[in-house]
């Protein structure tokens, strides 16, 4: 009996409705997806501990703890605002232009469906648009490129770390070389000296 003459078993058709994509496809992508939102967590985290030691720093009374409070966005347009505001706080370059687009990427992570072919094991990101019907299916995110994006965020926590282990110890004003430093030390210093001897109200009459 040749082959073409072998009998035919029902049974043994391959069953064309069951998914046959290799499953390490969507392993990694979860693998890279929770190391990404470990990183950003960590530089949420970071970035909120250098805006409270450096708001206490500038206003001991509380009068600028809303700076340190918000979503991610909200703090790191402040941290930006503080660190050229106020130069003489170090915040080392934590203001890094990338975490805007960094944080952009996390939104659309956390919130986006995974949407992979089960025959063929190609995937998009789709993202509901949350007050419309419009979907956005992006090609632009996989495996590779997030977890590149988590290894940024990684090396900006450490960065952040190391900002908030120093920030409150700052540097002497006669090692300071850059003039907008030194005036902005010596302006809340000022600012400092007014709110522990506040000027008599005006109503109040000088001591003779």
Do not use: C
């Not at 969507?26 to 960590?42: C, P």
């Not at 915040?91 to 975490?99: C, E, V």
């Amino acid at each position: 009996m040749t082959n073409d003459d072998e009998p035919f078993y029902p049974d043994e058709e391959p069953d064309f409705d069951e998914p046959f994509a290799d499953p390490a496809i969507r392993s990694g992508y979860q693998a890279a997806l929770g190391r990404f939102i470990m990183a950003h967590n960590e530089v949420d985290f970071w970035m909120t501990g250098i805006l409270t030691k450096a708001v206490k720093m500038l206003a001991p009374d509380g009068e600028l703890d809303s700076f340190a409070v918000g979503d991610f966005s909200e703090r790191l347009k402040n941290l930006r605002l503080l660190s050229i505001l106020v130069p003489h706080i170090g915040f080392g370059g934590t203001d890094d232009d990338r975490l805007v687009y960094l944080n952009s990427t996390r939104n659309i992570l956390a919130h986006g469906h995974f949407d992979q072919d089960p025959w063929e094991g190609t995937y998009e990101i789709v993202k509901q648009k949350r007050r419309s019907l419009v979907v956005d299916r992006l090609k632009n995110h996989n495996e590779q490129s997030i977890d590149a994006n988590a290894a940024e965020l990684e090396k900006i926590a450490r960065h952040m770390s190391a900002v908030f282990d120093f920030i409150d110890s700052p540097v002497p004003k006669e090692y300071i070389e850059d003039p907008i430093t030194l005036m902005s030390t010596g302006l809340w210093e000022a600012v400092a000296a007014r709110r522990n001897n506040p000027p008599p109200a005006a109503s109040e009459s000088p001591a003779v």
